[in-house]
């Protein structure tokens, strides 16, 4: 049975996260830029800068884990829908993953929604049975 609904829900799913995950790296890089710094030095106070830095690490930590989660997981499920081996573990996998990485961070809704819309259409069609002639 052709399974290019799921497959392409999945691989949406793997690009949000891939987005999470260069968006966190981002982050991470801002933390120590020094054009950054020289930025926020020149207009706000220490304290500022000091809870500005603190949550663009926060930030970046809590984009790039579950975005990296995400696509190992991501990748796993669309080979398993790929094959065609199991599409039962790769449904249930789908709906864990997104709901794992959304109690990580809120920001994994996005591609935990088409990974949960791909679990659900995985579970939900029955592989066709073959008739011997």
């Known amino acids: 049975m052709k399974r290019t609904v799921e497959i392409v829900l999945s691989v949406l799913g793997i690009i949000a996260s891939f987005v999470m995950v260069a968006t966190g790296v981002v982050f991470m890089y801002l933390t120590k830029s020094d054009k950054f710094m020289k930025y926020l030095e020149s207009g706000w106070s220490a304290s500022e800068n000091a809870y500005t830095l603190e949550q663009l690490n926060q930030a970046g930590t809590m984009f790039i884990l579950p975005g990296l989660i995400g696509m190992a997981l ?43 819309a791909s679990g659900i259409i995985a579970l939900a069609r029955k592989p066709q049975k073959k008739t011997l002639r």
């Open 74 to 116: 991501g990748v796993g499920a669309a080979w398993l829908l790929k094959g065609n081996h199991n599409s039962f573990i790769a449904g249930w996998g789908l709906i864990i993953v997104s709901v794992v990485t959304c109690f990580l961070s809120l920001f994994a809704a996005i591609p935990g929604l088409f990974y949960i």
